[in-house]
């Protein structure tokens, strides 16, 4: 039961992520585009393999919400990829809350979506953290709280 729930909260993640690379998408430079979609296609292709993971486990996948609250304005280049990178972020520890409690096969998958968040996240920021989905040891001192003005 606890693997489902994991896998539900990942599968919502994933929805969350296309919906949210759908704003990144229109505020992103033309430099910067070829990197949302590549993010975006990835998203969904997870969002995909989640939703039947859930199914072969014998629960309903989680739909998707109709439109989700963003933490930010998202109006420009900058804040697209402030929020490309908190999207990652978050994916990351929703997919390290999977590694805790996956076994076998799955749990090598869900490290590796925590993998590809991580290095998303930080190819976004141009930063890393020191331990990527784990928010309690990662030091976000640095973090900026919210875009600059």
Do not use: K
């Not at 304005?73 to 697209?80: K, L, M, N, S």
């Not at 409690?101 to 998958?109: D, E, H, I, P, V």
């Amino acid at each position: 039961m606890e693997t489902v729930t994991a896998l539900q909260a990942a599968l919502a993640a994933e929805h969350a992520a296309v919906y949210g690379y759908g704003v990144v998408g229109g505020r992103i430079g033309e430099d910067r585009r070829s990197d949302a979609r590549a993010a975006y296609d990835a998203h969904r292709a997870r969002r995909d393999a989640l939703a039947r993971e859930v199914r072969d486990l014998g629960a309903d996948p989680v739909a998707a919400s109709a439109g989700y609250a963003l933490p930010f304005p998202v109006t420009d280049r900058a804040t697209a990829v402030l929020f490309a990178a908190e999207l990652e972020s978050r994916l990351a520890g929703v997919y390290a809350d999977l590694v805790r409690s996956a076994r076998g096969a799955l749990r090598g998958t869900a490290a590796e979506a925590l993998r590809e968040a991580a290095v998303r996240a930080v190819r976004w920021r141009g930063e890393s953290v020191a331990f990527p989905g784990l928010a309690e040891r990662a030091d976000t001192s640095s973090a900026p709280a919210a875009p600059p003005a």
